[in-house]
């Protein structure tokens, strides 16, 4: 019997969601170094910092489902039966992600799914990109007098889409800093939308890209211009968008 199998009469392993956090392996938390240090089976992500599983147990077994556009993915069905697989058969197994597991990760759905399957559960929460790549950039997401309230959205249905659910007019009225997670490719939409709802088209935005790597780029202009701006840099994903007058303050040139 080798430490990886379950002896008669032992336990089920348990799954612990780690959030990776933005890129930069100093912005995981001590405590998701911790589980990914200890943990028997490894299931990884495109975004989450390479230098993270380093920290591993040599022996460790790392399985790569990054869900890269237009590459391979694995499908998440399938990630939910590797979890429950490997924990049955007696593994602690760490889920590590980009950011925080419950902003866009799916972490709700592998909650389920191992609760569905009578399986320990856990969350170590992680550093979101939606508040630290706007931080880096010296954008504080709220600032008193300029927002009290800050909206993420998720960019990756255009507005208008039959699949969009974000009524783009009723954030344009919100007063809130809008923070656009997987928007790249969708931006000149957003931006018209938002500017069709009302929205002053001199409103400060930014868009960040590989926020808190070496080769981080932040892209700055009006509303009305940052689509343009945005491709004319050449921005490519993963990068956050923020809209708002905390982008205006210059805090970080
Ligand atoms: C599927 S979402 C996952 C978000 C993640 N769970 C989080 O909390 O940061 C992926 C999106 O996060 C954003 N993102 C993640 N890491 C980033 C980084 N280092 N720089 C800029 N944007 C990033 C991009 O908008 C990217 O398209």
Redesign the pocket.
């Known amino acids: 019997v080798t430490s990886k199998e379950p002896r008669v009469g032992e336990s089920m392993g348990a799954v612990t969601l780690v959030?990776g956090g933005?890129?930069d392996p100093g912005l995981v938390t001590v405590a998701g170094r911790e589980a990914i240090a200890a943990a028997d089976v490894i299931l990884t992500d495109r975004?989450v910092p390479r230098a993270a599983l380093e920290w591993a147990r040599p022996d460790a077994e790392i399985i790569d489902v990054s869900k890269s556009p237009g590459g391979r993915s694995t499908d998440q069905d399938e990630i939910n039966r590797l979890l429950i697989e490997h924990a049955k058969e007696g593994r602690d197994v760490v889920r590590l992600?980009?950011?925080?597991?419950f902003?866009?990760?799916r972490g709700g759905e592998e909650l389920l799914a191992c609760a569905d399957a009578g399986i320990d559960a856990s969350v170590i929460p992680?550093v979101?990109?939606?508040i630290a790549?706007p931080a880096i950039a010296g954008i504080p997401v709220t600032h008193r007098g300029l927002s009290q309230a800050v909206t993420i959205v998720s960019g990756h249905v255009a507005p208008g889409h039959p699949d969009s659910t974000v009524d783009w007019a009723a954030l344009a009225r919100a007063g809130s800093t809008i923070v656009?997670?997987?928007?790249?490719r969708t931006l000149e939409a957003i931006a018209d939308a938002l500017l069709a709802g009302g929205l002053d088209p001199r409103t400060p935005a930014a868009v960040?890209?590989?926020?808190?790597?070496p080769s981080?780029l932040a892209v700055r202009a009006d509303l009305a211009g940052i689509a343009q701006a945005a491709s004319s840099a050449d921005v490519s994903?993963?990068?956050?968008t923020v809209i708002g007058d905390v982008t205006g303050l210059g805090l970080i040139s």
């Open positions: 959030g933005p890129g975004l992600k980009g950011g925080d597991s902003v866009f990760g992680g979101s990109s939606a790549v656009v997670l997987m928007g790249v960040v890209a590989d926020g808190t790597l981080q994903p993963p990068a956050v």
